[in-house]
């Protein structure tokens, strides 16, 4: 896998975004509100670096495109979203600028993703208990969502051997995460097949009872098409899915449904995947991620043999554990970005560089971490407003 892969993207007038200018670390973390443009520039992004690839699977699909950039938002961000596109639309990868007419050019070869988009609506994929075939999906959900819910029934049928069991799977994840997504999440469950009607069906197995999909919790059913991504770019090579083809993994809001403790275990695994070599970009909208990036700043200022200890206490792992986190002992020679999409008085979307994550700085941006602390920095102060007045 390609090494020191920097990317400078911008794009701006599309959609609600007027500019957005990102340099792209080995982990880049975007937070905002809803509807902020995230979601829109990270599909944006799969499209000019996977567009062949794109291309050749709406074909295969049995989509029309005729080399017409209407036609290929349509299909790829969904129906009717293609009007997002202007005159003024600009993109811009690294001093090359895409166009019109380099989106409508036709594919040439056997192109293959370099890719791997783990998008948020990613519930969907499973939301009958087995993984939906691409057709299954409608004209306006967007190409991402159609295309990793396709991936996780291809892994479903072809990747896993024939042993029934989904979690805990050998070699497939490192034993130590593995361990603690069982105890953040599964709690001695274990996750297998229901063989009925043709159709693989996930379900579990926990203290004598088999549950289906349904009767899960919203955390544990979330973390399902997140575990199954994993799956796909970790252990042994596979023929459903090439891990080696991919450059870049983009996981939007991993934390939905999840524990605090289970999300703390997702930074861990994309710690391990940075150590793997690909870039990892992440949307959230969880302070945990941006404590961990915070920690990651303030612990580069200790000495070298002190660090990886204190990631270990960071996280919870007991010291005679460490030799199984070694990917740790490299994260700081990492480049960790983190940037802030907002919408302006005009209602467009900007985003800015944040990733100081500085408490003490005086953009309210940079201290309030694109107001991901700013509600509990405002109860703080009523507390202590209060308290001082009237408390005992």
């Known amino acids: 896998m390609e090494k020191n892969l920097k990317d400078h993207i911008v794009v701006k007038n599309f959609g609600p975004i007027r500019k957005v200018d990102i340099e792209l670390g080995d982990l880049t973390v975007l937070i905002g509100a809803q ?11 799969k499209l000019i ?58 594919y040439k070869g056997n192109p293959s993703d370099i890719v791997f988009y783990i998008p948020a609506q990613r519930i969907l994929s499973i939301a009958d208990g087995r993984p939906k075939y691409f057709m299954e999906f409608s004209e306006n959900d967007p190409f991402v969502l159609r295309k990793f819910s396709d991936t996780l029934r291809l892994l479903i049928q072809n990747g896993l051997g024939e042993s029934g069991v989904l979690f805990p799977l050998p070699n497939r994840l490192k034993s130590a995460i593995k361990k603690m997504y069982d105890k953040a999440i ?16 996930i379900a579990m197995d926990v203290e004598n009872l088999h ?60 710690i391990e995947f940075i150590h793997a070599g690909y870039k990892v970009i992440v949307s959230t909208h969880s302070p945990v991620l941006l404590e961990f990036v915070w920690v990651y700043n303030c612990l580069k200022s200790i000495p070298e043999n002190k660090r990886v200890d ?66 509990s920095t405002r109860v703080n102060e009523v507390v202590s407003k209060y308290m001082a007045q009237y408390g005992e």
């Open 49 to 106: 670096k996977d567009r062949s690839a794109i291309l050749k699977s709406l074909e295969n699909y049995g989509f029309v495109v005729n080399n017409k950039l209407e036609n290929l938002l349509n299909r790829y961000l969904g129906e009717g979203l293609s009007k997002m596109w202007t005159e003024d639309s600009t993109f811009i990868l690294n001093g090359n600028r895409f166009s019109r007419k380099h989106f409508e050019k036709p």
């Open 186 to 201: 599964f709690h001695g469950g274990k996750v297998v097949f229901d063989e009925k009607g043709g159709q693989r069906k």
């Open 211 to 270: 549950l289906p999909l349904m009767t899960w919790s919203a955390g544990q059913k979330e973390f399902m098409p997140l575990l199954m991504a994993f799956y796909c770019l970790s252990g042994p090579p596979q023929n459903v899915v090439n891990r080696n083809e991919y450059k870049y993994i983009i996981l939007e809001e991993p934390e939905m449904g999840l524990h605090p403790l289970a999300i703390q275990t997702i930074i861990l695994q994309m």
């Open 310 to 375: 204190a990631l270990c206490e960071v996280f919870d792992l007991q010291i005679p554990m460490k030799s199984n986190f070694n990917f740790l002992n490299d994260v700081y020679d990492k480049d960790i970005k983190t940037y802030y999409f907002s919408r302006s008085a005009s209602n467009k979307v900007d985003a800015k560089d944040i990733s100081s994550l500085d408490v003490f700085n005086e953009d309210i941006a940079v201290n309030e971490w694109g107001g991901l602390t700013q509600f």
């Open 35 to 45: 509807a902020s443009g995230k979601s829109l520039f990270l599909q944006m992004f």
